[in-house]
């Protein structure tokens, strides 16, 4: 099994590469999405993409969905001051995520044990100067990004190994109040899972938003994670995704997580797990368009911790990620997954 599971990781990281060196150029937009959601996952510097064993797989890769064969909720919150935009301490920025997943199974027989997901990602900036061309001061105004999500996930099988293929399809829109200022546009994702034993293997690929005059990168992602079983208490798992996206160089996120499990057991409630995270999310692993300098000046290192209870027959999972990196304005978040 273990000359099996070097053989796979070697045979995906080549996959990768030759992925990646046949990503084209292109513009941006729709950037508000590289912010991530779910503290797990940022936590775990957004080495997720093997993973996505939460309702937030609607955004690292939909195909986890079906990992999850319970009604869930999943809300993430953010608090903080953001540090990204010096001297314009008056702008406000807040971002939100809320999902909710169904399994079919629970309602009929006929779609297998396919999960369906809905999600809404809100990013906005109150307080934002507006001036005319002679940079004179008129009113503030808002901007606020928003993204709908309607996915599924798909267990093509589960036994000693597991296969799960999953997508999404985004509706994605952008407003400046004040000023009349908006448009909108669609975009998917695709994505996939592999299990053997300990071992995960996920892909993603996202087509890329055209909205107005501004174009998304296409990007892929490819991710591999190992749990590996310290004792009967302890577990570790390490996650790496690699990240390319057009016009940008090859970027890697590196994850792990340390969990304690079964910690306390009574008559209708328990502590499954306390877990310690740890990432560097967003380190350019080449020179592509010699801008990788740049990237490497604002990569993320984040530090989380999470409890999972059981509550009678539910399930409940807090996250708490701190973040650094300019990418995110906030650098506090808390997650709350809630399955039933």
């Known amino acids: 099994m273990t000359r099996i599971k070097i053989k796979l990781l070697l045979v995906s990281l080549l996959f990768c590469l030759i992925l990646a060196d046949n990503i084209y150029a292109g513009t941006d937009a729709a950037a508000f999405l590289k912010k991530s959601v779910g503290a797990k996952a940022i936590a775990m510097g957004g080495a997720f993409t093997s993973i996505a064993d939460d309702t937030t797989a609607i955004y690292w890769n939909p195909a986890g969905l079906a990992k999850t064969q319970m009604y869930s909720v999943s809300a993430m919150g953010a608090t903080g001051a953001s540090d990204k935009y010096p001297g314009l301490k008056d702008i406000v920025p807040s971002h939100q995520f809320l999902a909710v997943s169904v399994p079919l199974s629970k309602a009929t027989d006929i779609f297998g044990k396919t999960v369906i997901g809905v999600g809404y990602i809100s990013s906005t900036m109150d307080n934002v100067q507006n001036t005319d061309s002679q940079l004179t001061y008129r009113k503030t105004m808002s901007h606020t990004d928003n993204a709908y999500y309607l996915s599924a996930g798909v267990p093509v099988w589960d036994s000693d190994s597991s296969l799960y293929v999953g997508a999404s399809l985004k509706f994605i829109s952008y407003e400046f109040s004040n000023i009349g200022v908006s448009d909108s546009g669609m975009d998917v994702d695709a994505g996939i899972i592999y299990a053997i034993d300990t071992l995960s293997f996920g892909a993603l690929i996202q087509k890329g938003v055209e909205i107005g005059d501004d174009e998304a990168p296409m990007t892929t992602k490819f991710g591999v994670s190992n749990k590996f079983s310290l004792s009967e208490k302890f577990q570790l798992t390490g996650a790496l995704d690699l ?20 910690l306390l057991n009574m008559d209708g409630f328990g502590i499954d797990g306390i877990f310690l995270r740890a990432g560097v999310e967003g380190y350019a692993i080449e020179n592509r368009y010699d801008i990788s300098s740049d990237f490497n000046e604002t990569v993320g290192y984040n530090f989380g911790l999470g409890v999972n209870f059981i509550i009678s027959n539910t399930y409940l999972q807090l996250d708490l990620a701190v973040c650094s990196g300019n990418i995110f304005e906030q650098n506090t978040k808390f997650t709350v997954n809630f399955y039933f």
């Open 243 to 262: 990240v390319q996206r057009q016009q940008e160089p090859l970027l890697a996120n590196v994850g792990a997580e340390f969990g304690v499990k079964d």
